[in-house]
């Protein structure tokens, strides 16, 4: 687990475990690393955070690619997950995104087929001391749980899921796809039937600003398109 958060003059972040730390502007020892304004041996400034979830999730085992925060906290803005919120997770991977859910007190079932991402995701969640029940099981072939309030949906088909989410999402539930590509949403959206209303389609962008005192801009590089998120929901 990550125990402090470094950042230097440069402006890298370091995400600090245990001993002393070191770099190229200097090394501090590691009974001088706690918050607050920390001085290296080469009289560097450094400032030093304690740690968070948002930190440690940082920093989990990768395997596949991870969902981005920005458009994690779309899905839960927009759905209105909440604690209590029953939700199902399919295409665990590294366990990023149930993380997430588990985060905010929803009570999340996360389904993940291949094995070794199945075992990656159970020990990244175990690691954060989340409680997510892990399926290594196919839901193509069908979802155990009833009454949910989502079905999050990053694999390659979703539209499988679809008669399977009939049964199993409450009225006014929503299923949510995190699709890469335009033609998977064109194919979703049109597996949908009569129990489904599409809500949105939609993705997000994120700029970041420089502000230090009259250069005032947006910066030259932005997170721009990651994936398509569909939002639909159950009649």
């Not at 991870?66 to 590294?94: F, N, R």
């Not at 749980?145 to 499988?160: A, V, Y």
Request: charged letters at 25%.
């Amino acid at each position: 687990m990550i125990n402090k958060i470094i950042t230097d003059p440069d402006g890298d972040v370091h995400y600090y475990k245990k001993g002393d730390f070191h770099s190229h502007l200097g090394t501090i020892k590691e009974s001088d690393i706690k918050p607050g304004i920390v001085k290296s041996h080469l009289n560097k400034d450094f400032i030093v955070f304690n740690s968070s979830f948002i930190d440690d999730i940082h920093e989990i085992k990768r395997g596949p690619a991870i969902a981005h925060y920005k458009d994690i906290g779309l899905i839960i803005t927009t759905t209105g997950l909440g604690v209590g919120s029953m939700v199902v997770d399919a295409g665990s991977g590294c366990g990023n995104t149930a993380s997430y859910f588990s985060r905010i007190g929803c009570n999340v079932t996360s389904y993940e087929l291949k094995p070794d991402f199945f075992n990656l995701a159970k020990s990244n969640i175990e690691n954060l001391n989340l409680k997510v029940n892990i399926k290594n099981q196919d839901i193509y072939s069908g979802i155990d749980e009833k009454d949910l309030d989502l079905i999050h949906l990053d694999l390659l088909e979703p539209w499988k899921v679809i008669p399977h989410a009939k049964d199993s999402l409450k009225s006014g539930g929503f299923v949510v796809c995190y699709l890469p590509t335009i033609t998977q949403v064109m194919e979703f959206v049109k597996h949908l039937d009569n129990s489904f209303y599409l809500w949105k389609v939609s993705e997000v962008l994120e700029r970041e600003w420089t502000v230090d005192n009259l250069k005032v801009r947006p910066k030259n590089q932005m997170l721009g398109h990651t994936v398509f998120l569909v939002f639909v929901r159950k009649i």
